[in-house]
């Protein structure tokens, strides 16, 4: 069994930056795949980024590729989700979450992979 949990969140104005944190509790932190996601109020959640084991590569939703970037840090357990450029659209809880996928792939973005999940953390930007 895996904990996740989130961290950063904030009320922010459209524009400024906010770095969430996840932080997992295994000692095999770096066989996981790791992802964020949101639901926005009155939507499904969404993917919005993942980090394959070795923070080599990544995947980002349309709509925050370029402003949001995702990083893992391994020594600690923790994966990261920088976000700038912040937009009132950006407004949802954000979840962190740990898969233990064999394979790193565009499918990477299914939340259906995914095996852990944190409480979430509200993000919520103001016009």
């Known amino acids: 069994q895996v904990q996740l949990v989130e961290s950063g969140g904030g009320l922010v104005q459209a524009g400024d930056s906010l770095r969430l944190s996840c932080a997992a509790s295994t000692r095999t932190f770096s066989r996981y795949l790791m992802g964020w996601f949101r639901q926005a109020p009155g939507k499904e959640r969404e993917f919005a980024a993942v980090?394959?084991?070795?923070?080599?590569?990544?995947y980002y939703a349309d709509s925050v590729k370029g402003r949001f970037t995702i990083s893992r840090d391994n020594a600690k357990n923790t994966v990261y989700l920088q976000m700038n450029s912040l937009k009132p659209e950006d407004t949802a809880v954000y979840y962190c979450?740990?898969?233990?996928?064999?394979?790193?792939?565009?499918?990477?973005?299914?939340?259906?992979?995914?095996?852990?999940w944190g409480q979430g953390t509200q993000v919520t930007v103001s016009s």
């Open positions: 979450a740990a898969g233990v996928i064999s394979y790193f792939s565009p499918r990477s973005r299914s939340q259906s992979l995914y095996d852990y």
């Open positions: 980090i394959r084991w070795d923070g080599g590569a990544t």
